[in-house]
C-alpha cells in the first residue's frame, strides 16, 4: 500500500562518488560544495528522481524537514484554501507543516521580535500579509528559505495573481456593457495595514476609468469581510449621486453588498451591478459574477518553490503571476435608464 | 511590546526545593515523581502561573513543542474552522501545530503505518475521521496524547457535539411546525468509512420521527457536500411521495438541496421546508434554518485538553460535550395544504 522511497541519497553519492554529507549539503544549497559538484549531484538526483526527504537530509545535521506557513486567518476560505494547497505540495515533498496564525499586531510583533522560527524550520511561508522592512530583516537573519504568497518583500520568491490586471478585468467587464458610473467597495485591514492586493486593486479600477474615459470616482473603503460590504454599499447608496454597478474587493464584499441592496429593496442587476474578486464557492450561491482566481493554485505553487529551494535549485519562476479569468453570472447586467425597477 | 515570560522551571524548581529535570517529568505527567512531589509541583506551578512552554520543558529531553493536527479537509469551513480555534489556544500555550491532511483512505493508510508523528509530536488531535481499529491501536503505541474531535476513540479524550440531539432539535422544529412527511439527506464519505455524525444524526431524525408517531422515513445518501445536497433533493422529489419538509446533515448539503428546489421551481419554505446543521456563514446569506454548532470552540476545547495532558492533569472533562441550538430563519414554515404557490 505504502508507495515505499525508491531512490535515497546513499544512492545519488554512489552514483557520483562523493559522500553521503556532500550530497546533503549539496541538495540543501548549503556552502562548501564546489559549483562543478553540486551541478554533478543535481543531474544525479534528477536522473535518479530523488527527492530530498527529511529523515535522509537531517542525517547530516541542519535540516529540520519543517516549513512554517504564517496567516493572518485561518477559517476564511481564501487562507484555507492556500492552505490546502501549500499543506498537500509539502507533504508530497516529505516535508511538514507547521502554522502560525497572527490574526492581530501585537501577535505579529511578539512573533517577528521573538523569532520562534529559529532552528524549528527550513523554510518559511508568508501569506498575504505585508511585512514591515523590520520584519524582512528579521526574516532574513534567520537565514531559511522564505516564500511569499500574495503580496513582494525584498528579494523573496513570490506567489501572485497580477491584482491590478484582476481589477481591471472586473471593471472592463462594467464599462464594456455599458456603464459609466462604477463605484469601488474597498477592503481595509481594521489596524491599518496597508495590504498590496486592496491598493493594487484600486490602481486597477481607476487604470480601467481612466481607459474608459470615465473621470468619476464613487470609492469607500470599509473594513473588509462581508460586514464591511454591506456598510461599503450602504455608503455608496447614501451619495449625492449613486453609482449603476459596483466592483468590490472580494467577493465576502461583494454578499455584503448585495446583503444591503437586498434590505433597500434594489433589484440586481436591474438597478445595480455587483462584481467581486475571486470565485469563492458563495459566488455560485448568491449568482455574482466575479473574477476567478487560482487560490489553492497558489499554494502549490509556493510549495514548489520551497521545495525547489531546498533541493539547492532556485524555483522555476522568482515572481511567479497565476492567471485570472472573468466568470460572468446574473449579478451584472447593461445599466437601464434609471428607474428602480420592481423585483421579479 | 512582547509580554515577557514572567515564570519558570527554575522559579517553580526553587519554590518546591526539587530539580528542574523533576519539574519538567512532573509537569508532562511523566514517571519517576512520586504523587506527593507532583502534587506539591503542580500546586507551585499554578500558584506561579506557570504555563508548560516548549522551550524549558524540552531541557528534559523528551517534549517537542509540537502537537499534530491530523484532518481530513482544510479548505471547507467545518475544518479549517476547528483548526483555527486549536491554532490559537496551543499557540498561547506555547505549543506550535503541525498539519497534516489525509483526503484519501490509501494517504490514511499510508500515514498510520509510516507514522511520521514518532519522535516529532507531544501529542496527537485528530479531526472528525473514523479511526480503525488498527490506527487506535498504532496512535497507542507511540505512546504521545491523542484528543478527538467529532469522533470518539478507545479511551482517548473527545470534544463532540451530541449529534444525535442536534438532529432532534432540527426535526423537532419541523414536527412542531406541523409537519408530517419530513425527509433527510444523509452525508456519506465517497470512499464508505462510517462517520460517526451521520449516523447519530440518522439516529437522532429517526427518534424524533418516532417521538411524533411518524412511521414514514424518507432518507437518502448521496455523497458529502453541496453537489451531494443536490442530488439527494433530486432523488426525494423524484420519488413517489414527497415530504414536505427535510433535515439535511449539514449546511453545505441543504445549500445544494435549495439550488435543486430552485431550479425546480419549488418555492421555500411554502412548499418545502429545508433546515441543516451548523451555521455555517453562508445559511445566514442563504436565509437557512439550521442547528449551530460550536465549531472553533471545538477546536479551543481540544487544545486545551493537551495543554492538561502535557501538564500531568487528566483533561477536565474525558468526553466533553459542546452544547446546540435552533436558529430560524426564513427556510422552514408550517406546510401548506400542498398547492404550489408562486414564489413572491
Redesign the interface.
Known sequence: ???KQQVNMADVARRTGVSIATVSRALRGERGVSDKTRLRIRAAADELAYVVSPEASSLSGGSTG?VAVVVP?????Y???V??GI??EL?AGGL??????LEVS?QR??FF??L?LRR?VDAVIVVAFPLTRQERIRLEEIGVSVVIISAHAGHFPSVNIDDQRAAEQAVGHLTRIGHTKIGMIRAVDPEGLAYESDLRRLAGYRAQLAKAGLAEEFVVAPPWG?EGGEHGMELLLSGPDVPTAVFCFSDEVA?GAL?TLRRAGIPVPQSMSVIGIDDH??AE??DLTTVRQPV?EKGTAAGRAVIELLGGHPPAERAAVLPTHLVVRGSTAPPTSGTVHQRT
Open positions: 500500500m505504502i508507495p519543517r486567518r485561518i477559517n476564511a476560505w487562507y484555507s484554501s492552505l490546502a499543506e498537500n507533504r511538514d507543516t507547521l502554522l502560525y496564525c501585537s510583533e511578539a521580535e521573538q520562534p524549528k462581508t454578499v446583503r464557492p458563495v450561491l448568491a489553492k
